[in-house]
T-cell receptor, first 119, second 111 residues
């Protein structure tokens, strides 16, 4: 149980275009989803927290108009990188947490990540 | 922002040897977690140690926590080539469920 998927696993786009990344919890309801960004050989940096049905909370320094997050259902959150530029190229990882049978509320389950390359 | 630093940044050992990586954090915590990340992949939760615990074992993993020094260590015994990955410690920020990760240790286990 507790499987989180991301789609696509990798994407290449041209500068100025928008890219949507999906994060799905496959076998549990995710009341909260988190989006992280990771540059090569660096740690994960939390970008935003999204709760189902409400607006996302962005970390300091993250442009909310640049990185649009939608958490429309308990199993799906999307991150849209708008007007992408080469500096947006990165590895984007989502995680999901929610009440699981016998589980602990604090556990986060991570997706496999999406590698975005903006040319 | 990152919670703390991990050292070493990179570690290369021979298969069968033990690997020790350290994590320091800045704020008070209720628990500390360790994650593994294979190259270009998501994170896998390894172990959680609570603030009132000093040591915890899980298979070949041994985690220690010293709250007075705000530090933790992860020991992998009898390492295998498949242990090659990056290892991150993480704590919750404030009383939220927002995870803050350490800088990570890249472990290479040579066969």
């Amino acid at each position: 149980g507790a499987v989180v998927s991301q789609h696509p696993s990798w994407v290449i786009c041209k500068s100025g275009t928008s890219v949507k990344i999906e994060c799905r919890s496959l076998d549990f309801q995710a009341t909260t989803m988190f989006w992280y960004r990771q540059f090569p050989k660096q740690s994960l940096m939390l970008m935003a927290t999204s709760n189902e049905g409400s607006k996302a909370t962005y970390e300091q320094g993250v442009e909310k108009d640049k990185f649009l997050i939608n958490h429309a259902s308990l199993t799906l959150s999307t991150l849209t990188v708008t007007s992408a530029h080469p500096e947006d190229s990165s590895f984007y990882i989502c995680s999901a947490s929610g009440a699981l049978a016998g589980g602990r509320g604090y556990e986060q389950y991570f997706g496999p990540g999406t590698r975005l390359t903006v040319t | 922002s990152q919670q703390g630093e991990e050292d070493p940044q990179a570690l290369s050992i021979q298969e069968g040897e033990n690997a020790t990586m350290n994590c320091s954090y800045k704020t008070s915590i209720n628990n500390l977690q360790w994650y593994r990340q294979n190259s270009g992949r998501g994170l896998v939760h390894l172990i959680l140690i609570r603030s009132n615990e000093r040591e915890k074992h899980s298979g070949r993993l041994r985690v220690t926590l010293d709250t007075s020094k705000k530090s933790s260590s992860l020991l992998i015994t009898a390492s295998r080539a498949a242990d090659t990955a990056s290892y991150f410690c993480a704590t919750f920020r404030d009383s939220s469920y927002k995870l803050i990760f350490g800088s990570g240790t890249r472990l290479l286990v040579r066969p």
